[in-house]
């Protein structure tokens, strides 16, 4: 009888957004199941990318996310505490976000976080 080896993920590459997430938080992006509960509770004045959107962008390693105004919103931050149902801590990767970005120089003009 041969004996299971079990599977070993590697974490992602660090010098990707879903990389520096993953270091920064310990969530991996990917667990997302596009299921939409946040779109169902978007605010359009506060957001140009849905949070679902916002993770994609993260999966794309696009740079786009990192001046969005979704991201840099502080009412889409305090709103999104507990509202992914896949667990995910929403403030955090999104904190961890807006650290890379100010690390890049990156930080919009007109920001509220």
């Not at 993920?9 to 509960?37: E, I, M, Q």
């Not at 105004?69 to 502080?74: A, F, G, P, Q, V």
């Not at 667990?87 to 120089?105: F, H, N, S, V, Y």
Request: hydrophobic share 35%; with cysteine; net charge neutral.
């Amino acid at each position: 009888m041969s004996e299971t080896i079990p599977l070993q993920r590697k974490p992602p590459d660090p010098n990707t957004l879903r990389g520096l997430v993953f270091a920064a938080t310990g969530y991996d992006v990917r667990r997302c199941g596009r299921c939409s509960y946040c779109v169902k509770h978007a605010r359009p004045d506060e957001e140009d990318l849905s949070l679902e959107m916002l993770l994609q962008l993260v999966l794309q390693n696009d740079d786009e996310v990192l001046t969005s105004k979704t991201l840099w919103s502080d009412g889409v931050l305090t709103r999104v505490r507990n509202m992914c149902i896949s667990t995910m801590d929403m403030p955090a990767i999104m904190q961890a976000l807006r650290d890379e970005a100010r690390k890049r120089g990156l930080v919009p003009a007109q920001t509220t976080g």
